[in-house]
C-alpha cells in the first residue's frame, strides 16, 4: 500500500526546501523595503526573522523551565 503522498521521503524533502527557500527570499526581500523603526533595533536587517525565532526559542525554554517545576511525581497518583 502506498503512503500518503506527505508522508513520502521525497517530498518532505522537497517541502523542506521549498519553505527554507520562501524564507529566505522573505529575509532577502528586506532589503527593499525602507523601515521606518521606532526603537532602532526594528530597523536592523531581517529584524521579522531573527526576532520571530528568538521569541519561538524563548517560548519554549520557558515552556520547559514551567514543566519542569510543575511536574508531579510519577508516583502522585498510587497513594
Do not use: Q
Not at 526603537?39 to 536587517?45: P, Q
Request: aromatic fraction near 16%; glycine fraction near 8%.
Amino acid at each position: 500500500m502506498d503512503n500518503h503522498w506527505l508522508a513520502r521521503a521525497t517530498t518532505i524533502r522537497l517541502l523542506w526546501i521549498l519553505f527554507i527557500a520562501i524564507l529566505a527570499s522573505t529575509v532577502l526581500l528586506d532589503t527593499l523595503v525602507v523601515h521606518h523603526s521606532h526603537f532602532g533595533i526594528d530597523g536592523t536587517f531581517g529584524f521579522g526573522a531573527w526576532f520571530g525565532f528568538a521569541s519561538c526559542a524563548a517560548l519554549v525554554l520557558f515552556a520547559k523551565f514551567l514543566g519542569a517545576v510543575l511536574k508531579r511525581p510519577d508516583h502522585y497518583y498510587d497513594r
